[in-house]
């Protein structure tokens, strides 16, 4: 958890270079975000993070949440989030009550953002994953975006005549967690606490990210680092 944050999805826009050229971004709000708790190998058996991210009514929360809250000398926050650590070391690096914001990202140049994908409801396994569907010559009947037979899938020599796991099939598509890794960092504005991100950030407008410092570089975004 040495850098990361919480943050919102506000939109796309573009962002001019100094030579004039421009490219879209994503415009994210990220933070400020106050330390809710510190948890230690030795009272929890890891350690980790914990951020609360915007601030709720208390009407809108629950005494749980507001005692909580009150503990780190805040008002009960809407979003809670736990960021992992390696050690008890990396962990005491926070202290809780304290706020973490933007610049806490300050020189990172990729980041990984990791948000819930758009709900696209139930879908076939054409657009689901691409399966190219049955031919639409002469005899093949009214169904050509059917995934074709399954059932090679439906014996397990013997033991039953369930589909196997991981079969491919028609179901619900997108809603789960998805991390876009290696995105490039266009312009951190840390007073105003809005990081700007080429790339394909994750979710719908003001969905809830987290962004983290790349763990995992793609070998042409770290060829470029090792340049610089």
């Known amino acids: 958890m040495a850098q990361a944050i919480i943050g919102r999805k506000i939109g796309m826009t573009r962002f001019f270079l100094e030579g004039g050229k421009n490219i879209p971004v994503t415009v994210i709000q990220a933070g400020p975000c106050i330390v809710t708790q510190i948890k230690t190998i030795a009272t929890d058996g890891y350690a980790a993070v914990q951020l609360g991210f915007e601030d709720v009514k208390p009407r809108n929360s629950t005494m749980a949440v507001i ?23 990396e962990a005491g690096v926070f202290t809780v009550g304290a706020t973490v914001d933007a610049s806490i990202l300050a020189g990172v140049g990729y980041v990984d953002v990791v948000g819930i994908s758009k709900g696209k409801g ?13 031919t639409a010559t002469h ?4 169904k050509h975006r059917s995934p074709g037979s399954i059932g090679s899938h439906g014996t397990d020599r ?3 005549a369930k589909i196997k796991k991981g079969k491919r099939m028609a179901g619900q598509m997108g809603d789960d967690q998805v991390t876009a890794r290696s995105l490039d960092v266009v312009k951190i504005d840390a007073e ?18 987290v962004i983290r410092a790349a763990t995992r570089l793609y070998k042409r975004k770290a060829k470029k680092l090792v340049k610089a």
């Open 122 to 134: 139930f879908q076939g396994v054409m657009k689901k994953f691409g399966f190219k569907g049955l």
């Open 139 to 142: 005899g093949t009947e009214r």
């Open 158 to 160: 013997g033991h039953g």
């Open 192 to 209: 105003n606490n809005v990081i700007l991100v080429k790339g394909a950030v994750p979710g719908a407008t003001n969905g809830i990210l």
């Open 67 to 89: 005692g909580h809250d009150i503990k780190a000398g805040t008002a009960p926050k809407r979003i809670h989030k736990e960021l992992r650590c390696k050690d008890d070391a």
